[in-house]
Each structure stands twice: as C-alpha cells, then as structure tokens.
C-alpha cells in the first residue's frame, strides 16, 4: 500500500512519501554546506548519537522521533579506503565469516538460502558497523523504543539492506528481541546481492517493510556489473543435462552443438573469475594494507548481482532534465539528493 500523509509516529508497512523526505532532510546534513545547501532541515528527527569512522571509513547516526528511531547509514566518502568497499565487488556466500581485523571476525548471516551470495565489500561495511549498531538498538529498547527505520543512500544503502538481514537474524537467535519493528528505505542503492539474497530478503521484509528509491536517470543502482552464469540458475532448469541431450543427438550434429553451446558460456565463466581476480583478490591486498589483519575471503563461483527491495521508481521527465541535464563532468548529477527529492515531490501517492 502506498502513501501516507504525514510520518506515523508508530511504524507501519507501505511507503511513506513523507517518512522518506524527511529522513533524506536528516541525512543531508552529513554532507558539507555544498551537500545540503537549499535543502531544508527534518522537523521530524533529531540527531542523538553518532558513531566514529570504522574500518573502510563506515559511519552511522541514530535519529530520534516521536515513537521511533532511525539507523541512518553514510555512504561513500571521497577517499580511497572508502572507494574500496564498492570496488570490492566480488561475491561471497550469504552467511560466513568475515577476518576484518587483527582483532575483528564478524560471524555473518544474511540470508538462509545456501545459494544466497552478497557484495563482499558492503558486507565487511556492514560488519563494522554492526556490534555498535545491536548496541544501541538494545540501550534504546530498555528505554522503551521498539520501531526502528533503517535508511541509506548510495553505499549506504547498499550497507542498509545487509544491516537489515543481519538484525532480523539477531531476532531469530535471541541477540535481539523479537518484537523489535524493523523498517527499511534503502535511497540510490545499488545491487546488494544474487537473487537467492533478493528472494530470501524480499520474503522475511514483505509486505510493505522494505523499500529501494530509485531515479530512473541514475547509473548507480545499475552496478555492480551482473553477469548470469549456467550455475546461477536452480537445480531444476534444462541446462543441467546439456551434455546428456547433446550425447543423444545424431553423431554428425554433435561437434556443431558442442561448439555452440561452449561458445555461449565459457565467456561468462572467464568474465566471473576475472571479476573475483580484480575486484575480489587484487582489491583485498590494497585494504589489507591500510587494515592489518583484513584478510581475502573465499569467494562464490558469481557475479549475478540484481535489484533489491520493493521498487519505488522515480521517473524523469523532460522538466526534470532541464533542472538536472545529463553531464559527462557532473556523473553523479542524477544520484544527488536534491534530484532524488524532486522526483519524490512529482511521485503520485
């Protein structure tokens, strides 16, 4: 169900046109005078907490309201540790564990599905951010809070929807309590996972308690780059037994079917296994060197990433691009906050 009028004091299920202007209003205030000029400040939450930078310069702040409170997490800073956990880009499986530091392993759980693979980079975000974030949780649920919002834009929202899973998880396992309301708006985010993520995700958040933003003229939630392999698909599907069906042809249509089929996947399976070279090993070793003690995970034989979260679309039109006209200097024209807030007040809710 879409559409409120105003931000309801207790959580409910549906996307908030108001909930998710104001919470842009309260995280436009990390970034500099330039980030936020002309964008006016939240009348609904106030800042009580702010975390220090960790690991690859991960940051969250927690926002008060009447009835609720908000995970706000940061996305990306202009430095290269930051840059590294969205350019960490190979796929590991959904639950695991992560080596972050000398003195850093995080126990990880994201989805229950074995076939579930997540952004390695987000992940490790995600980790060390967590044992600060079920602390506060916890401190703010002795003070009788028990709804909370979940928010990020860009890296952070990416980060978002991994905080949710493993806070969901935390429920289950009795870390944190079971009557806690988690609801998420995931802003500008990229692709988090696989589909059996986006499956396992969409199931424990329906209906109506996960949302992902998206500008329709922004190149960010199109990455990372999806690459679907014959392993990504489910056990039953008629490319298993290709051989065998190839086997049973006649004898002269064999070598003609061998080659096509090799043709259409060996590029596939090479493109995966440079992604986890460059963009899993390679970019390990740099952190490592700026993290002592991060350590290079194994990763998934994939790079199916796709799109997670009920959609909210936001579609340009030709007034839009007069406001914000397309630019090869300016790349992240669509994926700013001020563009995302004027779709959100053309949106018909």
């Known amino acids: 169900m879409l559409g409120l009028s105003s931000v309801s004091q207790n959580l409910q299920p549906g996307f908030n046109k108001s909930e998710y202007r104001e919470l842009v209003l309260a995280f436009s205030r990390w970034n500099d005078s330039s980030g936020y000029h002309g964008i006016p400040e939240s009348k609904v939450y106030k800042t009580i907490y702010r975390a220090k930078e960790r690991g690859l310069l991960n940051c969250w702040e927690m926002y ?67 044992p600060d974030v079920t602390a506060k949780v916890l401190e703010q649920y002795q003070k009788g809070v028990r709804d909370f919002i979940i928010f990020g834009h860009s890296q952070g929202a990416a980060v978002a929807f991994l905080m949710n899973a493993q806070l969901k998880y935390y429920q289950t396992t009795g870390k944190l309590p079971k009557d806690i309301k988690f609801k998420t708006y995931c802003s500008a985010a990229p692709k988090p996972g696989n589909l059996y993520f986006s499956y396992d995700y969409e199931a424990d958040n329906q209906i109506g308690w996960s949302f992902t933003v998206v500008n329709g003229a922004d190149w960010v939630p199109e990455l ?126």
């Open 64 to 130: 008060e309201a009447a009835g609720h409170n908000v995970i706000s997490i940061r996305g990306t800073r202009d430095y290269a540790l930051s840059w590294m956990a969205n350019f960490h880009a190979a796929m590991i499986p959904a639950k695991g564990q992560l080596k972050l530091g000398d003195s850093l392993t995080y126990d990880y759980h994201f989805a229950n599905n074995d076939k579930a693979g997540v952004h390695v980079g987000w992940a490790a975000s995600c980790g060390f951010l967590v």
């Open 224 to 349: 990372p780059v999806s690459i679907q392999s014959i392993g990504d698909f489910n056990k039953t599907n008629p490319f298993k037994n290709v051989q065998e069906i190839i086997q049973k042809r006649p004898i002269l249509e064999r070598p003609i079917m061998e080659f096509v089929y090799s043709e259409l996947t060996k590029y596939n399976h090479k493109a995966v296994k440079k992604y986890q070279t460059y963009l899993g090993h390679f970019v390990a070793k740099a952190i490592g060197h700026s993290l002592k003690g991060f350590e290079d995970p194994e990763y998934l034989h994939s790079n199916y990433y796709v799109r997670c979260g009920t959609s909210i679309i936001l579609n340009p039109d030709a007034q839009y691009y007069q406001s914000f006209p397309d630019s090869d200097k300016a790349v992240l024209v669509h994926h700013n906050l001020k563009a995302y807030l004027y779709l959100l007040e053309q949106l018909k809710v």
